[in-house]
Every structure is written in structure tokens, then in C-alpha cells.
């Protein structure tokens, strides 16, 4: 029986709330949220898991030592007593990263030749041959955290991140995370019950997000690979069966799921992604310009979208945003209206509509806002008496 251990999943700013319930629903321990990432305990199984289902996890680290340093000096000599063998042998390849909150060291990149150093310089004395760096393709994957006189190392059991879900082929500019975007349609409350809408679906990264939620397709199932698939314990069978378990809890949602753009090459695009995601069966999209249509779905709808903003719009600001507010108050009434935007004076405020949440969130480093319109037929007043 594989006996539990400490582990932590680093996620965007603002999604560290979702990511806990979702590491709860899934059945993880110990649970404690910090900024940018949830600490947690699990097994070896429950690590495989949590890298093919966390729908709003970067990464999966699991914390192999932790210790204090002083000065430079200490770093290297603390890394130079860990049993590296348990982990990597002298033929194998590494890749390090860094982060750094410390006034001993100032830059990462330093941190990580001096963890690289130690690391080879142990095989070398010990086994007179030392592994190889490899920062593309590397069979181990080390994370170095220095966050003042603490230095925690951990194995890296994502390798690349896991925004990286294998579906995604074809993009417009500035494509949204896959990670946030299934983070934003979370913070919704959308399960699949309710009809989603998508009314300016770029490339369907969205809306893909949304129907893997709604059918409860484990998010990196399309993924190529993980980084703990090459460690000197991995368990192929019991992989298999974590993997068939969760294929087996797959639904089918009957509610629809609507995406629509202007422009020809986005729509095809879309297509493209979804047809790689295997989502065709329960995603509709059409060339239609959100300006111009009534709302396909009259009952129980959420409506999020990734307008434009910043560098991607070049056309007047204020008055494409007014022209959504009119949109959605005109065509979009009984829905939930999500969007997310970085332009917060000359765009979200001439939206017109009194927004019901306003939530903080990064794209990039975008500072950004994700905000909630409650569209009702006739007045609030009169909705709340029906």
C-alpha cells in the first residue's frame, strides 16, 4: 500500500480557492491553501491522479527536502548530502527551476547552476560520472524554492505545464491559458446543467474548457506525457488504472454548449481544437457576429467570454464596450454574463451594466478583471418577485 506524502499544486493567482475544491472533490488530504499554490497529501496513486484531472493545477510538486541555508555556501552544501541516486542515476538527464524570495541570492538562474552543480559534482565523486543537463526533454525534473533562509527541493512530477492539455493545434493572438480558462468557467458555478455560451470563442479554448467540465472528461487526458512517467518508481499498471477510473465517471451533458466568432479563421480554428479534443458531439460553433444576434439558448445560460483588450483591440474602446453592455442587456436577458478584461477605465466601465461580482485574476501578467453581469427580463425588482 503506498503510504501518503506532502505534495503541492501551484496554480494562477485567484484560482487558489477553486483548485482546493476541486483537490477535495478528488479525494486529497490535509488541504491548505497559500498564495499561487495548495499544499496537500496524497498517495503515489492520488499524484498521478491529480496530474491527469486538476483542471486549475500548473504543476504537481512533491518536496523531497527542506532546509535552512545562511549564505551560498549552504546551499550547495546542503544539496551535496541529498541520496541523489533514489531519484536519477549518472546516466540520466535533469532540467532545475528556480524561485527565489531571498536576500542571500538574487538571481534564480544562479540558484539553479549551483543546485546543478552540487547535484553532478555528487555523482562525480561518488560514481566518477555524472548525469546531463537537458532542459527540453530532461527524465528528471527538479524545482529549487528559496523563500528567505527556507530552501524546499522538490521533484517535479508535471514536466511541462499542465495548461499544456495536447488538444490545442491551431491559435489566434494572445490565446487565453487553458488553465484559466477552465479556472474562469469554474469560478462561474458551471457543472453542465446550465446551457454555455461563448460569444466571441477565438480559437475555443473556452468553450473546450467547458465541455470537458460539463462531461467530466479529466482535463490532461489528451496530454502526450508527464515528467513522473520517467522516475525510477513509476507504476505503469497502477497508472492504467487510475487513468481507465476516471475515463469510466466520463458523462454526457444534454445542456448545449454555443460558441460563435466574426471572423472565418477562428471559427476554423475552434473547429480544429475541438476535433482534437473529441468534443465535436457537444459543441456547436458558428460564424456569427455577437453584435448582430439574439442569444442562441433563452433558459438557464451562462455566457463567458474573452473580449479583445489591450494590444489584441484596435478599434475604439469606449464604444466596443458599450456595444457589448447593449448586446448583453438587449439580446441576453435571464443569463449569467462572465467576461474578462484588463481594460478597466476606458473598457469595463462604459460596459453600463452594475457588475454583481468582480473577481481579480491574471492573464499573463495582465492584471485583469473577471466580472459577473446578472442579465434579468425587466427589472431586478420584478425578477426577485417572480
Not at 458555478?189 to 446550465?194: A, F, K, L, M, S
Request: glycine letters at 4%; proline letters at 3%; aromatic letters at 10%.
Amino acid at each position: 500500500m503506498n503510504e501518503n506524502y506532502d505534495m503541492l499544486a501551484k496554480c494562477l493567482f485567484g484560482f487558489e480557492e477553486v483548485l482546493a475544491k476541486e483537490l477535495r472533490n478528488l479525494g486529497a488530504q490535509n488541504i491548505k491553501e497559500g498564495v499561487r499554490n495548495v499544499k496537500f497529501k496524497g498517495d503515489k496513486g492520488f499524484m498521478y491522479k491529480a496530474n491527469l484531472a486538476l483542471r486549475t493545477a500548473i504543476r504537481i510538486l512533491v518536496p523531497i527536502e527542506t532546509f535552512m541555508i545562511s549564505n551560498e555556501d549552504d546551499l550547495y552544501n546542503n544539496l551535496s548530502k541529498i541520496s541523489w541516486e533514489k531519484y536519477l542515476d549518472e546516466n540520466s538527464t535533469l532540467a532545475i527551476h528556480s524561485s527565489v524570495h531571498s536576500e542571500i541570492f538574487s538571481n534564480s538562474h544562479y540558484v539553479s547552476l549551483r543546485s546543478k552543480d552540487a547535484i553532478v559534482d555528487y555523482f562525480r565523486k561518488k560514481y566518477q560520472k555524472r548525469p546531463s543537463i537537458d532542459t527540453k526533454h530532461p527524465d528528471v525534473q527538479f524545482d529549487i524554492h528559496l523563500q528567505k533562509n527556507t530552501c524546499t527541493v522538490s521533484l517535479d512530477s508535471s514536466g511541462e505545464s499542465l495548461h499544456k492539455r495536447g488538444y490545442r493545434s491551431d491559435t489566434n493572438i494572445a490565446p487565453i491559458n487553458e488553465v484559466l480558462a477552465a479556472g474562469l468557467v469554474l469560478l462561474t458555478g458551471y457543472d453542465g446543467t446550465q446551457n454555455f455560451i461563448d460569444p466571441m470563442c477565438g480559437s475555443g479554448t473556452i468553450l473546450i474548457e467547458a465541455a470537458m467540465i460539463a462531461n467530466n472528461i479529466p482535463a490532461n487526458i489528451n496530454r502526450p506525457e508527464f515528467s513522473f512517467e520517467k522516475w525510477k518508481d513509476f507504476d505503469q499498471e497502477l497508472f492504467d488504472l487510475i487513468h481507465d477510473t476516471l475515463l469510466k465517471k466520463v458523462r454526457n451533458t444534454d445542456k448545449k454548449i454555443i460558441g460563435f466568432d466574426k471572423a472565418p479563421s477562428a471559427i476554423r480554428k475552434a473547429q480544429n481544437n475541438i476535433e482534437n479534443a473529441s468534443l465535436e458531439e457537444f459543441i456547436k460553433i458558428e460564424r456569427k457576429n455577437f453584435f448582430e444576434e439574439l442569444s442562441p439558448v433563452e433558459d438557464n445560460v451562462i455566457v463567458v467570454f474573452n473580449p479583445p483588450y489591450g494590444e489584441r483591440l484596435t478599434v475604439n474602446v469606449p464604444v466596443f464596450y458599450r456595444q457589448i453592455g447593449d448586446t448583453l442587456k438587449q439580446h441576453y436577458t435571464d443569463t449569467s454574463a462572465w467576461l474578462i478584461t484588463s481594460d478597466f477605465e476606458s473598457g469595463l466601465k462604459n460596459v453600463g451594466l452594475r457588475t454583481s461580482r468582480k473577481i481579480k485574476v491574471f492573464n499573463g501578467k495582465l492584471e485583469c478583471r473577471f466580472v459577473k453581469y446578472e442579465m434579468y427580463a425587466g427589472s431586478r425588482k420584478a425578477s426577485k418577485q417572480k
